[in-house]
């Protein structure tokens, strides 16, 4: 028996492991695949705050995982196939075995779009990116790609501009999602009802090809390629039934990341969130863990940890 168990490794999973550990918390960490989450795939990280050297999002999260390791967390590589989260106790079954806990933090992530492009996920990190604060900077006065069907997509694109040396933005619908006029961008040039087919190249990405209204194909020569195509889905397939969601698939939960199902909370990419970044993520983290041990203790308030 655990006092919590963390369901996912990524950014907000192992910040909520530090805190939960160095709370003197009993903590398990399950984590299907540790090397292919959205941070664990980054190239290179240049905003996360205290990190000034060049480093990439796998790293990182080694760092996060091993400061919690260093506070007592386990860490366990296992796929999950059912839970059961309406008792007192919390059962997670897994490939290797069923584990309880008092706690359970939901912390899956997005799983993304059920069909990646041709390529994608080859250079994903290596080129392909679906976060502009995130590698925007590492295309200064490059050309590059940005793959996208949604207001998301042009707010992606108004960023980049500033940056790059010139945008091709690649639009598959004859509109964008909840953009009734586009603004000026005068190093951008608008390919509307244009499907993406591939993502090319070797060890980086070397070029897009896209396939014109006219039926055309054509390819386009890019240092990277940016993807927000709409259909990201947060991880929560497997809670079925158990914890409340919303239409969209995220967990409803409060301010402090506790879902409607007592002793349940989540963190991160399944909470709706107006920015995904790895900073927000490890902060809801830290908030799910002090609101789990203010759950498990029965204390009236979180405990901050200062000291």
């Given at each position: 028996m655990y006092d919590v168990i963390i369901i996912g490794g990524g950014p907000a999973g192992a910040s909520a492991a530090v805190y939960t550990a160095r709370g003197r918390l009993s903590t398990l960490v399950l984590d299907k695949a540790p090397g292919t989450g959205a941070l664990a795939l980054t190239h290179k990280i240049a905003n996360y705050p205290g990190i000034s050297e060049?480093?990439?999002?796998?790293?990182?999260?080694?760092?996060?995982?091993?400061?919690?390791?260093?506070?007592?967390?386990?860490?366990?590589?296992?796929?999950?196939?059912?839970?059961?989260?309406?008792?007192?106790?919390?059962?997670?079954?897994?490939?290797?075995?069923?584990?309880?806990?008092?706690?359970?933090?939901?912390?899956?992530?997005?799983?993304?779009?059920?069909?990646?492009?041709?390529?994608?996920?080859?250079?994903?990190?290596?080129?392909?990116?679906?976060?502009?604060?995130?590698?925007?900077?590492?295309?200064?006065?490059?050309?590059?790609?940005?793959?996208?069907?949604?207001?998301?997509?042009?707010?992606?694109?108004?960023?980049?501009?500033?940056?790059?040396?010139?945008?091709?933005?690649?639009?598959?619908?004859?509109e964008l999602q909840g953009v009734s006029e586009l603004p000026q961008m005068g190093n951008t040039d608008v390919y509307f009802r244009s499907r993406p087919l591939e993502i090319v190249g070797e060890q980086h990405v070397e070029g897009v090809r896209v396939k014109q209204a006219s039926g055309e194909e054509q390819l386009l020569n890019v240092d990277g390629v940016f993807v927000f195509l709409s259909g990201s889905k947060p991880g929560t397939d497997f809670l079925k039934d158990q914890v409340p969601l919303d239409e969209n698939g995220f967990m409803v939960l409060d301010e402090y990341m506790q879902s409607p199902v007592p002793g349940v909370f989540g963190a991160g990419e399944v909470r709706k969130s107006p920015v995904k970044q790895a900073v927000v993520a490890a902060a809801d983290g830290a908030i799910a863990a002090m609101a789990v041990d203010k759950f498990i203790h029965r204390r009236e308030q979180l405990i901050p940890q200062y000291k």
């Open positions: 060049e480093l990439s999002g796998k790293e990182l999260l080694d760092r996060i995982r091993s400061q919690a390791a260093s506070f007592g967390a386990e860490f366990k590589q296992t796929s999950i196939t059912a839970v059961d989260l309406e008792g007192d106790t919390k059962y997670v079954f897994t490939a290797d075995g069923m584990f309880e806990a008092k706690a359970v933090i939901i912390a899956t992530g997005s799983k993304g779009r059920n069909r990646m492009l041709q390529g994608e996920e080859e250079l994903l990190g290596r080129g392909v990116s679906t976060c502009a604060t995130c590698d925007g900077a590492f295309y200064q006065g490059k050309e590059i790609a940005v793959i996208g069907d949604s207001e998301e997509a042009l707010d992606e694109v108004l960023a980049l501009n500033k940056i790059a040396a010139k945008i091709h933005f690649i639009v598959p619908r004859a």
